[in-house]
């Protein structure tokens, strides 16, 4: 009993102590850089010009550095040549990720390479076998490999300035409704993030994780889903299995799920800026809403035959 009485207070006073921590000096971005991928659209393109108005020196990777997200990124820019910088950067390039860390290097600030935001990453909508293997392959190189690709070939710069590295996942990886191959990259970078932080704490370097909710409303990372498009697209096998019907039932749940979700990305954005700006960032960010927060709840501390019973309930909806 005595024996655990340590513990116990230690267990109690962490918080306090997160608290006091938190309340220190935030970070002064002025002459630090940081490295955002998928700065196209979405979070990562309201990230790059946050972190430009807060002072820090912006290399803003770009799938299409052309387009017209890239276009308002460098208009933003133009007033303070040099702090925000678009860079053509496809994260399942090996080639393009080099050439990003080259630029970083030649336009390195006073303070050097402060951080990481592995952002960029793609959506789609399909049960298990209506998803081709290319499909499969593609996921995983963009929203996993493309990650790891990214971090692997910055650590060295991290570890050197003791910066930060923060991964977009999404509560989508405790769960999965009608876009498991989603799920399933987001699960594992989950994994490969609490492998990396652990071994980054003796070096200095923090890493966050952010899990959005449903946010499709602001971010377009998946766009209304069309019912004919998925049943024209289904191999002869899958055609036997499925009817019209049901399949347009699944899209009209997929596209009212699209419906509800959140368009104020900002919310995000502030708990990508407090990983990055705080000297006592969280491990992991959950940014959603009370009803998802609870069906990561069940999902975590219930048995599996639970959560299968809600979700199954949700999709007969």
């Given at each position: 009993?005595?024996?655990?009485?340590?513990?116990?207070?230690?267990?109690?006073?962490?918080?306090?102590?997160?608290?006091?921590?938190?309340?220190?000096?935030?970070?002064?971005?002025?002459?630090?850089?940081?490295?955002?991928?998928?700065?196209?659209?979405?979070?990562?393109?309201?990230l790059a010009l946050r972190l430009h108005r807060l002072g820090f020196t912006v290399f803003a990777g770009c799938l299409r550095p052309g387009g017209d997200g890239a276009r308002r990124l460098q208009?933003?820019?133009?007033?303070?040549?040099?702090?925000?910088?678009?860079?053509?950067?496809?994260?399942?390039?090996?080639?393009?990720?080099?050439?990003?860390?080259?630029?970083?290097?030649?336009?390195?600030?006073?303070?050097?390479?402060?951080?990481?935001?592995?952002?960029?990453?793609?959506?789609?909508?399909?049960?298990?076998?209506?998803?081709?293997?290319?499909?499969?392959?593609?996921?995983?190189?963009?929203?996993?490999?493309?990650?790891?690709?990214?971090?692997?070939?910055?650590?060295?710069?991290?570890?050197?300035?003791?910066?930060?590295?923060?991964?977009?996942?999404?509560?989508?990886?405790?769960?999965?409704?009608?876009?498991?191959?989603?799920?399933?990259?987001?699960?594992?970078?989950?994994?490969?993030?609490?492998?990396?932080?652990?071994?980054?704490?003796?070096?200095?370097?923090?890493?966050?994780?952010?899990?959005?909710?449903?946010?499709?409303?602001?971010?377009?990372?998946?766009?209304?889903?069309?019912?004919?498009?998925?049943?024209?697209?289904?191999?002869?096998?899958?055609?036997?299995?499925?009817?019209?019907?049901?399949?347009?039932?699944?899209?009209?749940?997929?596209?009212?799920?699209?419906?509800?979700?959140?368009?104020?990305?900002?919310?995000?954005?502030?708990?990508?800026?407090?990983?990055?700006?705080?000297?006592?960032?969280?491990?992991?960010?959950?940014?959603?809403?009370?009803?998802?927060?609870?069906?990561?709840?069940?999902?975590?501390?219930?048995?599996?035959?639970?959560?299968?019973?809600?979700?199954?309930?949700?999709?007969s909806k």
């Amino acid at each position: 009993m005595w024996t655990a009485a340590p513990l116990l207070l230690l267990f109690l006073l962490l918080p306090l102590a997160r608290r006091c921590r938190r309340r220190a000096a935030r970070l002064e971005p002025a002459g630090r850089a940081v490295l955002i991928t998928g700065c196209d659209s979405g979070f990562g393109h309201l990230l790059a010009l946050r972190l430009h108005r807060l002072g820090f020196t912006v290399f803003a990777g770009c799938l299409r550095p052309g387009g017209d997200g890239a276009r308002r990124l460098q208009r933003e820019a133009a007033a303070e040549s040099g702090r925000l910088r678009v860079l053509r950067l496809d994260v399942t390039r090996a080639r393009d990720v080099r050439e990003a860390k080259e630029m970083v290097l030649s336009h390195l600030p006073e303070r050097g390479f402060w951080g990481l935001v592995n952002n960029a990453g793609i959506s789609t909508f399909g049960e298990t076998g209506w998803l081709s293997m290319e499909t499969y392959e593609k996921f995983a190189d963009v929203n996993l490999l493309g990650s790891i690709r990214t971090t692997l070939e910055f650590l060295p710069l991290l570890r050197k300035y003791k910066g930060r590295i923060v991964f977009m996942s999404s509560i989508i990886a405790y769960f999965t409704l009608g876009n498991g191959i989603y799920s399933m990259t987001k699960a594992a970078i989950e994994k490969f993030c609490d492998a990396l932080r652990l071994e980054m704490k003796k070096f200095g370097v923090q890493v966050c994780i952010i899990q959005p909710g449903n946010y499709a409303r602001s971010t377009k990372i998946q766009p209304p889903v069309s019912a004919e498009e998925i049943w024209s697209e289904l191999s002869e096998e899958e055609k036997a299995v499925y009817n019209k019907e049901y399949v347009q039932e699944r899209a009209n749940f997929f596209n009212s799920v699209l419906s509800e979700g959140s368009a104020n990305g900002n919310e995000v954005v502030d708990a990508m800026v407090d990983a990055l700006t705080s000297p006592a960032p969280k491990a992991r960010y959950m940014v959603a809403k009370l009803k998802e927060k609870a069906l990561v709840f069940v999902c975590a501390l219930f048995p599996t035959v639970v959560m299968d019973s809600v979700l199954s309930y949700a999709l007969s909806k």
